[in-house]
Nanobody, 126 residues
């Protein structure tokens, strides 16, 4: 069984920061491409960021470039999303996702990922 558990969500003022964490069970975390997605009320789930196995390559949605940073710790089996300069439009439920081998999808597509966390709420007030 593989389990992903997000934490670190909360309510902040615009311009503030939050750091989300995703703890992943199992011994094969280092083989997973990891991603963060978010879903706002009334909207479809959208790609936020992804990171490769080693952490050497990262990808971001245009809407969060320069503000969010994804990172991972393959010893602790944790992936992070540092969120700075938060805007009200960042308000959403944030989901952690893992893509296990074989890697047969594009990094920004929800269908590419095999495992999902339960989500954590991020609310940004004006």
């Amino acid at each position: 069984q593989v389990q992903l558990v997000e934490s670190g969500g909360g309510s902040v003022q615009a311009g503030g920061s939050l750091r989300l964490s995703c703890a992943v069970s199992g011994r094969t975390f280092s083989y997973y491409i990891m991603g963060w997605f978010r879903q706002a009320p009334g909207k479809e789930r959208e790609f936020v960021a992804s990171i490769n196995r080693s952490g050497g390559s990262t990808y971001y949605a245009d809407s969060v470039k320069g503000r969010f940073t994804i990172s991972r710790d393959n010893v602790k089996n944790v992936v992070y999303l540092q969120m700075n300069s938060l805007k009200p439009e960042d308000t959403a439920v944030y989901y952690c996702a893992g893509d296990a081998p074989p890697y047969n999808g594009i990094y920004y597509a929800t269908a590419s990922y095999d495992y999902w966390g339960q989500g954590t709420q991020v609310t940004v007030s004006s």
